[in-house]
C-alpha cells in the first residue's frame, strides 16, 4: 500500500521542489537590507516549520499507538521524529549561517525561535539512545510513545517559555516571519512550505515502506526457516503452501522468493 | 499486606491511601538507609564550593547569583530522578506493587511526592550554605518570594522528575539517559527561576514580574502533572 501512494508524492514532491527553487531565484524580489542571504531563508523557516510540526505529529501518533496499540502507529511516529531530528539539524545550520550573515555572530541568543528549537533539538535527540537500549520491541514502542507525547507538550510550553525569557530582556516585537513582507516574498515562501512538507511526507512514506517491507521479509524468512526445520518434504511443497498461509498482498510472494535462496543452508 | 493497608486506612480514595502507603515506605527507606536526600545535600554544596574557584568570586549577586543557585538546584535533582526508580528495580520492589490491587498512578503519586519532599529538605540544606558561602546581598528580605519560587519548581521537578525517572530506568544506560532527558526538559523552569531571582539577589527589592514567573512555573507543573498521570500507567505495565 505504501509503493503506490509513493510515485505520485515523489513526482508532486519534485515539481514542488522544482517551482520553489525558481520562484526563490527568480520571482521573489532581492531583500533591501540583506540582499541575496535573505534567500536562505525560504529553507529555513520552512524547514523549522515542518520539523515543528513533524515533532508534533510524532506525539499525535504515539498516542494513537497507546490507544490502539497497533505497532504501525509507533512505526509513523519513529520515522515522523526521526526525519524532524534530521531537519532540526538543517534549521539550527541554516539559522546559524544566516544569523552570520545579517548579524556576524554564529548563534543569538535573543532569537527565541532559534534558541526553542537548539532545546526542542537536544531533548529529541536523546530518543534514539533511549528507543534503542531497550531491548523488548514491544516496551521499547510503549517507552518510545510516552517520549514522544511528552517531547510534543513540552515543544509547546518551551516556546512559550523561551519567548517569554526574550521578550522579557529584549522588549522588542519579533514580526520578521509574516507581517510586513512584500506578497512576491510571502507566495514564495507558501511555496518552499509546501514543498518542505511534501519532501517530508515523502520521505516518511519511503522509509514506512521500506521499514515495512524489510519486516514482512524478516517474517517471512523465518517461517520459512521454521518450516524447513520442520518438514522432513522438500522445499517446494513447505514454500508453496506458505505463500497462501500468508494471505499479503503483491510484495509477499516476492520477498518470499527472495527469501528462499538462503533458506535450504 | 492486607492488615497493614488497614492499620493505616485513612478517609480518602483508594489511590491518595495507596499512595500515602508506598510514600511511608520511601520515606522510611530514606530515612534509614539515606541514599538520596544526603547525596544531593553534599552534591549542592560541593557545587558551590566549585563555582566559587571557577568565578573567583568571593560573593556573588545579581544574574549570576540566581543562575548558580537555579543551575546546581536542577543539577542536584537528576541525582535524586536517577536513585527515584532503581532501587526498586534492583530489588524487586516494583514487581510487588504492580501485583498489589492498587491504580498505578497511585505508584506515581508517590514516587514524585518522596521526590518533592527530598528536594525541600535538600532546600533546607542548600540555600542556607549558598547563603553563607556565595551571596552577597541578604537573603532575608527575599525569602518569601525564594520559598514560593522554588516550592512551585519543586513541584514541576517531581512531576516530570518522577515520569523520567520511569523511563529512564527500564533502559540499559540509565545512568545516561535520565540525565540527558531531564536537562532539556527543565530548561523552562531555569528560564523562570533565574529570571525571578535575579531581581530578588541585586538587592532592589521586589521584582514586578513574579507573578508571571510563577504563573509559568504552575503552568509547567500543571502540564507534567497531568501528562504523567496520563502516561503513566503505560510505563509499568508488565
Redesign the interface.
Known sequence: MYGRALKPLALATAAGAALAFGLIFFYAPLDADQGFIQKIFYLHVPMAIVALLGFLAGGVMAAMH?RTRRRIWDMRSYVAIHLSIILAVGVLVTGSIWAKASWGHWWVWDEPMLVSFL??F??Y??YQ??RF???DPE?QA??A???A??GA??TV??F???R??AT??HPRVFSQTGGNMPAEMFLTFLVSLAAMALIFTTLWTLELGSKNASERLRRARRRLQREADGGALGLDGEGGRARPAGGAPAPAPASVSAASVPAPR | MPAELERTARPGPAVIRAAVAILRKDLRVELRAREAVPAMALFAVTAFVLFHFAFDRDALDGDVAAGTLWVTLLLTTVLGVNRLFVAEREQGGLEAMLLAPIDRTAIFLAKAAALFLYLVAVEVVALPAFAVLLLGPDLFGSLPALCALLLLADLGLAAVGA?VGA??A????RE??GP??L???V??LA??GA?ATEPLFTGSGAPE?LG?WLG?MG??AT??VL?SVA?FD??L??
Open positions: 497507546l532545546i526542542v537536544l531533548l535527540a536523546v539512545p533511549l537500549s531497550i531491548d516496551r510503549r517507552y510513545s510516552v517520549f507525547i511528552s507538550a513540552f510550553l518551551n512559550v517559555a523561551v517569554m525569557a522579557y530582556t | 515520569l523511563l529512564a527500564e533502559t540499559r544506560a545516561v539517559i540527558l532527558l536537562l532539556p526538559l530548561v523552562p528560564i523562570a529570571q514580574d508571571r509559568l503552568l509547567y502540564i507534567f501528562l502516561l503505560f510505563l505495565e508488565d
